[in-house]
């Protein structure tokens, strides 16, 4: 078994730039790990649903240029990426504006299994918002197909990226994001969005929650905070680099999940993986944006 695959949507994003001015990019949280696990070393491909346009046609170039395989990328006559714009407030606070609801990644799975080569891998990374964006059938097809996926010697891994705006409402993010979360192999969680989704205050109250799944390989995301780690039964808390200066945090938790996994992948084990995870994170926030540019990523790594 070869490789990572991330399942998900990209986007294209227009962020706040100087005089009154955006900055396109392309970003989504699949997409941002996909890349920065191809940074640092890993085989990975990306699986996704694109139109035939031409900002479908620059994600393509920018997955080929970061080394990330496109061959199981479909493109939809019909549909494009979806949209996202940053507004920064007067307050200081950021405000993000979406149209997503009619994006070629919506039609993840609509129609057909994923590709059998998927089962060749060796990990397939999916997130919360992965299973929130695609029909009610296409979940049932993909949970299906990773039970499958798992008999055959896969690892499936889950970050729950809990976003209220893509679900119906709150029962069916639970019932549908525990469903994924209990077919884990690793689950990479963060503290913040499991609370949100249960609704839980106390960091005790979810950890005992998260125990209740018995997930073989669990590390809970707290910021600053060390990262809670689960593995063989034992609980551990393993310190994250400290950052000076954070510049922008977006994309921390992907970065950190590319950084846990590529690790993983050479054979390292969880406690060293969360430093890698947190290596690469403290790199990302220093920058602003998802994809902070190769060279200035690598300077930040090697500080
Ligand atoms: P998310 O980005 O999913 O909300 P977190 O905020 O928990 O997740 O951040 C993910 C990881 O990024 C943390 O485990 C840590 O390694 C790193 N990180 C995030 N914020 C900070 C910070 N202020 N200082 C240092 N590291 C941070």
Redesign the pocket.
């Known amino acids: 078994m070869y490789g990572i695959a991330a399942i998900g949507e990209v986007m294209i994003e227009l962020a706040p730039a100087p005089q009154d001015l955006k900055r396109l990019a392309y970003a989504g949280d699949t997409y941002n790990t996909a890349i920065y696990l191809a940074r640092a070393g890993a085989p990975t491909s990306y699986v996704t649903h694109l139109g035939q346009d031409s900002h479908s046609d620059a994600i393509l170039a920018e997955l080929s240029q970061e080394q990330v395989a496109t061959n199981l990328i479909k493109r939809e006559p019909t549909r494009q990426p979806g949209l996202y714009i940053i507004h920064n407030r007067p307050d200081g606070e950021r405000e993000f504006a979406y149209w997503r609801d009619h994006s070629a990644a919506r039609l993840l799975f609509n129609n057909c299994d994923p590709d059998p080569s998927l089962l060749d891998m060796q990990m397939i990374y999916l997130s919360g918002i992965s299973i929130a964006i695609i029909s009610p059938e296409a979940r049932e097809r993909l949970h299906r197909f990773l039970s499958h996926y798992q008999q055959k010697g896969g690892k499936v891994v889950f970050d729950s ?1 809990f976003r209220p705006r893509l679900w119906p409402d709150l029962g069916t993010a639970q019932a549908t994001t525990e469903r994924f979360l209990k077919l884990a192999d690793i689950a990479l969680l ?4 499991e609370q949100a989704l249960w609704n839980e205050q106390d960091q005790d109250v979810t950890m005992a929650r998260l125990l209740t799944y018995a997930l073989p390989e669990l590390v809970v ?4 905070l060390p ?1 809670l780690v689960v593995h063989e039964n034992t609980l551990n808390a393993v310190d ?4 000076k200066t ?1 510049i922008d ?1 977006t ?4 970065s ?1 999940n590319a950084g846990y996994l590529a690790a993983r992948y050479r054979g390292l084990g969880p406690e060293l993986a969360v430093s890698e ?2 290596r690469c ?2 790199a990302v ?1 220093q920058h602003r944006g998802a994809i902070v540019p190769l060279l200035d990523y690598q300077a930040s790594l090697a500080a």
């Not at 994309?251 to 992907?254: F, S, V, W």
């Open positions: 990226n963060t503290l913040e969005d995301k707290r910021g600053a990262a994250v680099c400290q950052v954070v945090t994309a921390a938790g992907d950190f995870g947190a994170a403290a926030i």
